[in-house]
T-cell receptor
Framework: DAKTTQPPSMDCAEGRAANLPCNHS???????VYWYRQIHSQGPQYIIH???NNETNEMASLIITEDRKSSTLILPHATLRDTAVYYC??????????????FGKGTKLSVKP | ETGVTQSPTHLIKTRGQQVTLRCSSQ?????VSWYQQALGQGPQFIFQ???????GRGNFPPRFSGLQFPNYSSELNVNALELDDSALYLC????????????FGSGTRLTVV
């Protein structure tokens, strides 16, 4: 079973920041937080990952709380093309579970004009 | 633009038949994973191959089997198809088992009637 809890759906206005929360209260010390998204009719796309420090790349920012029990994915300026299902996943980076990703149901983000 | 190609994109089979799905990984990616995604659910891990050997398996029966070839292509075989096998089958490749950078294909939509 997935070790994360996400809201089933969220709306965001185009051009505004989209903040997607994720709870992972049972995360282990060696587990990373990963975010993927899946646009309709496509395979999942890697967005970002982090251990305990905040991370930023060209797609998004990841904010992890100090106790690591929750995190937030931030899309700073959402566009219509960001409409997708967003998955928050925790997994060991090295040496565990043969690398499989355990997906939950994710959050369906709808960006509206 | 994804570097992972899956074929066919859609397929209809009859219950009891056998099916082979194919995946062409990004050049140099020595790890390939297969996932099953039922409608409205997140992808579920089937198994992973690393350097042509299976090195991880999810909760799927033995009638789900696979192969990985030296040219970075791979196959998912399903015998004795059941109606519940109807799903989107996704292939994901990466450079190493523990690499976070999984690249997914767009999947094969299998319908069993």
């Amino acid at each position: 079973d997935a070790k994360t809890t996400q809201p089933p759906s969220m709306d965001c206005a185009e051009g505004r920041a989209a903040n997607l929360p994720c709870n992972h209260s049972t995360i282990s010390g060696n587990e990373y937080v990963y975010w993927y998204r899946q646009i309709h009719s496509q395979g999942p796309q890697y967005i970002i990952h982090g251990l305990k420090n905040n991370e930023t790349n060209e797609m998004a920012s990841l904010i992890i709380t100090e106790d690591r029990k929750s995190s937030t994915l931030i899309l700073p300026h959402a566009t219509l093309r960001d409409t997708a299902v967003y998955y928050c996943i925790v997994r060991v980076f090295y040496g565990g579970s043969q690398g499989n990703l355990i997906f939950g149901k994710g959050t369906k983000l709808s960006v509206k004009p | 633009e994804t570097g992972v190609t899956q074929s066919p994109t859609h397929l209809i089979k009859t219950r009891g038949q056998q099916v082979t799905l194919r995946c062409s990984s990004q050049s140099g990616h020595n790890t390939v994973s297969w996932y099953q995604q039922a409608l409205g659910q997140g992808p579920q891990f089937i198994f992973q191959y690393y350097r042509e050997e299976e090195n991880g398996r999810g909760n799927f029966p033995p009638r789900f089997s696979g192969l990985q070839f030296p040219n970075y292509s791979s196959e998912l075989n399903v015998n004795a198809l059941e109606l519940d096998d109807s799903a989107l089958y996704l292939c994901a490749s990466s450079l190493d088992r523990d690499n976070y950078g999984y690249t997914f294909g767009s999947g094969t939509r299998l319908t069993v009637v």
